[in-house]
């Protein structure tokens, strides 16, 4: 029923780097510390990272973010020379450390999480000159961003873990079959059986969280215009707009909506990033969203999220949108 994910090679060097790594669980370790999608690479020199080796590594975990109405990168980086690297920095959360060595005989990744702080994630590349970081670098990079957006949202859930609200999680155990960790500030708007809107507003922003089931029928669901076409019917139903007959869709001038089949929490999913709109009016920002199976009870589940923050970045808020969703746990209430 559920569709199946083939081994891929992200899987095989995702494996390899797992096992061949280092994992410290240092239990007396200082909290991690680093604003929200910051990461500290450190070179050998200055010289380093203003050539084309720093600019390979900007390229990459500066990339625009996928679905913004602006452009926000990925990750901001801050660069720090080997000899400056002083104990200060070792409790930053995303840590990325390039060496080039003549002395070594072929390039090496090690990876260690938890290493000087909790959490934590440190990557080191080290390499006998530029050419072989390159191909390292490029063969496991998709590699490196999966386990430096781990720890991001690690680090999310562990400060809303605390303070999240059981009325919430009762309701989507109760409806859904599922759990999430929703911290305090979002409040339900709106609920049915199959629906139930959480928002979280402030003077400057608005988050929000839709989460929404019906039957599952074949693969066809998972297919991204079928996916735009059911959000569409449930915002239209649910999530009016300011003014008279306007209501929250899915925006497909401006960039369209973008698919890719991830793996889940160790399900199959489609995650769709992309922008709203309000139909009749002028409101607008970024959406995310995770559709997949709940095989107990044989239906579709989707988790949607959307941002409204005019004039501000919507980065960070729309990462501790995602950070929510993967804290998501099927519950067996049978």
């Known amino acids: ?193 199959d629906f139930v809107w959480l928002r979280r507003e402030t003077k400057k922003e608005s988050q929000g969280i839709m989460v929404y089931s019906y039957d599952y029928k074949d693969e066809s669901s998972f297919e991204l215009k079928n996916i735009i076409a059911k959000r569409n019917s449930i915002t239209k139903k649910f999530i009016p707009g300011p003014t008279r007959d306007s209501y929250m869709c899915v925006s497909e001038e401006v960039i369209f909506p973008e698919a890719k089949e991830i793996n889940f929490l160790k399900n199959y999913a489609v995650e769709v990033r992309g922008l709203w709109k309000v139909e009749g009016d002028f409101m607008g920002g970024p959406f995310l969203s995770y559709t997949f199976v709940n095989e107990n009870t044989n239906k579709i589940i989707t988790i949607d999220t959307y941002v409204y923050a005019p004039r501000t970045i919507k980065r960070d808020l729309l990462r501790q949108l995602e950070a929510i969703c993967y804290t998501m746990k099927f519950v067996d209430n049978e």
């Open 1 to 193: 029923m559920k569709k199946t994910i083939f081994t891929s090679l992200f899987t095989v060097v995702f494996i390899i780097i797992f096992l061949s790594s280092c994992n410290y669980e240092k239990p007396a370790a200082p909290n991690s510390t680093g604003k929200t999608s910051e990461m500290l690479v450190i070179t050998n020199n200055k010289a380093q990272w203003n050539s084309q080796l720093g600019d390979t590594i900007k390229d990459f975990f500066g990339q625009l973010c996928v679905g913004l109405p602006q452009p926000e990168p990925l990750f901001s980086m801050v660069n720090i020379p080997e000899e400056a690297f002083i104990d200060m920095y070792h409790k930053h959360r995303n840590i990325f450390i390039v060496d080039i060595d003549k002395k070594l005989k072929k390039a090496q990744v090690e990876t260690k999480k938890n290493l000087w702080a909790i959490p934590q994630r440190v990557i080191k590349i080290t390499a006998p000159d530029k050419d072989s970081f390159y191909k390292i670098f490029n063969e496991n990079k998709n590699v490196f961003l999966e386990l430096f957006n781990r720890v991001e949202r690690r680090r999310i859930n562990n400060a809303y873990r605390s303070i999240a609200v059981s009325k919430i999680s009762g309701k989507l155990n109760k409806d859904f079959g599922i759990t999430l960790t929703v911290p305090g500030g979002f409040k339900i708007a709106k609920s049915t059986p």
